[in-house]
């Protein structure tokens, strides 16, 4: 041959010269050289190449590399990349898988899982805001759940009469309230009439003619013969000289054995108005209305006169207790 011949791009000669080769992996060659270049870090060339090329985003190399290199779990990189970075977990950001480019946030309801690098729901009994590696608990009083697949971001209260147990709400039992935000059910005090159905939010008071019954769980009759006139655990019996017309009643007033009522042997009105119980169940109604309208008008003792002077004798019969039954 009378003359050289000049290697191609991405060829050299070979060690006698006599002819030329591809250029390494990892190496390149514009032409015209005796050698071929090696690739810088963060680039690669596969052989015969005339240069090199950037690593993509979620890989990286070193000098002279012959192929870029997928960046591990929990790691990222961009574009020519040396190296890769790591995910901070404690900032809630994750990657779960090989090559990523950016980090994954782990938001409301989740945490970052250092051992598998992604984004787990919280616990129930837990929550987030998002940005973190863990997940705080609820406060007493409080719950939190996960639903349709997502954890909670914010913990609830318990409705009223319902406290925490096992990370649920559950009613208080009979006899006992919860107000809003409790952490356990309170009894009812014995004394007062006091009692609650299963899932009160307070205590109810056993009203007039009733009394609590014996698992305080809601009221009975008071029996005849007896009576309350509220807030009472039991009922008491009447006086000898009294009876308890019908059941549940509320006072016992010696209205019961009178037979006969002279209107116009009252000296006052005071006293007038201390029958006025009594007088609520006065039959007939039209004795019953008068007298009522005279006792809520305050009249004076000449009024009660004026009006009971027409009737000669208010005969208050006490047959079958029909005729005067106490409140």
Known sequence: MSYCTVAGAGKKPNADQTAEVNCAAGTFSEGGAATCANCAAGTFSLAGASSCTNCAAGTYSGAQAGTCTACAIGKISGGAATSCSTCDLSNGLVSSSTGNSVCSYCGPGTKADGASNSCVNCDAGTFSLGGSDGCEDCAGGKVSSIVDGVGASSCAGCDPGSIVTNNACQPCPIATYAPFGATSCNDCAVGGGKYATAGSPFCSVAGAGKRPNAARSGVVDCGASTYSTGASDTCIP??????????????????????????????????????????????????????????????????????????????????????????
């Open 238 to 327: 009447c006086e000898v000289s009294e009876r308890a017309s019908v059941r549940g009643s509320v006072n016992n007033k010696k209205l019961a054995s009178i037979k006969q009522i002279n209107l116009t042997q009252f000296n006052s009105i005071q006293f007038v108005r201390s029958l006025g119980a009594g007088v609520q169940r006065l039959r007939p109604a039209p004795y019953r209305r008068g007298f009522l309208q005279l006792l809520r008008a305050g009249e004076i003792r000449r009024s009660v006169h004026q009006h009971v002077r027409g009737l000669p004798r208010l005969e208050v019969l006490h047959r079958r207790g029909q005729f005067l039954h106490r409140l």
